[in-house]
């Protein structure tokens, strides 16, 4: 299977973030995050187990009460069920991996058309 971001529908999440969904397996899937300057993902936590690589920008994380700072080419783990928050620093891109496939989010999203898009099934996997 082979993703060309540009055809990829963009969700407006609010606050600042757009998400794309790139795709996903039988037990993985990947997001592509496009984050304004000091826009947040509030502390949350899921049952996934997350792995993400800043592309561009950087994040103010918080991850179990361990915080941190990075930038462009930093990754990070975040085991199931752990609280976690992401505050973007500058504009920021990213890629996330989930596992299991995460297919909730916890906030309203609109496509960029502006019709609200809550949490349709994806139609890539391999």
Same mark, same amino acid.
């Given at each position: 299977?082979?993703?060309?971001?540009?055809?990829?529908? @963009?969700? !407006?999440? &609010? %606050?600042?973030?757009?998400?794309?969904?790139? /795709?996903?397996?039988?037990?993985?899937? +990947?997001?592509?995050?496009?984050?304004?300057?000091?826009?947040?993902?509030?502390?949350?936590?899921?049952?996934?187990?997350?792995?993400?690589?800043?592309?561009?920008?950087?994040? @103010?994380? !918080?991850? &179990? %009460?361990?915080?941190?700072?990075?930038?462009? /080419?930093?990754?990070?783990?975040?085991? +199931?069920?752990?609280?976690?928050?992401?505050?973007?620093?500058?504009?920021?891109?990213?890629?996330?991996?989930?596992?299991?496939?995460?297919?909730?989010?916890?906030?309203?999203? @609109?496509?960029?058309? &502006?019709?609200?898009?809550?949490?349709?099934?994806?139609?890539?996997?391999?």
């Amino acid at each position: 299977m082979y993703v060309f971001r540009s055809k990829l529908e @963009k969700f !407006d999440m &609010g %606050g600042g973030v757009i998400r794309q969904y790139l /795709g996903e397996s039988k037990k993985l899937n +990947a997001q592509h995050w496009d984050m304004a300057d000091k826009s947040v993902v509030k502390m949350h936590k899921h049952k996934q187990e997350q792995f993400g690589y800043v592309i561009k920008g950087g994040f @103010k994380m !918080d991850i &179990g %009460g361990e915080k941190a700072v990075l930038k462009a /080419g930093d990754a990070y783990f975040i085991p +199931a069920n752990v609280l976690h928050e992401f505050i973007a620093v500058g504009q920021t891109e990213a890629i996330d991996l989930f596992t299991p496939v995460k297919k909730d989010f916890p906030w309203m999203e @609109k496509s960029q058309t &502006g019709k609200k898009a809550a949490a349709k099934k994806p139609s890539r996997k391999y």
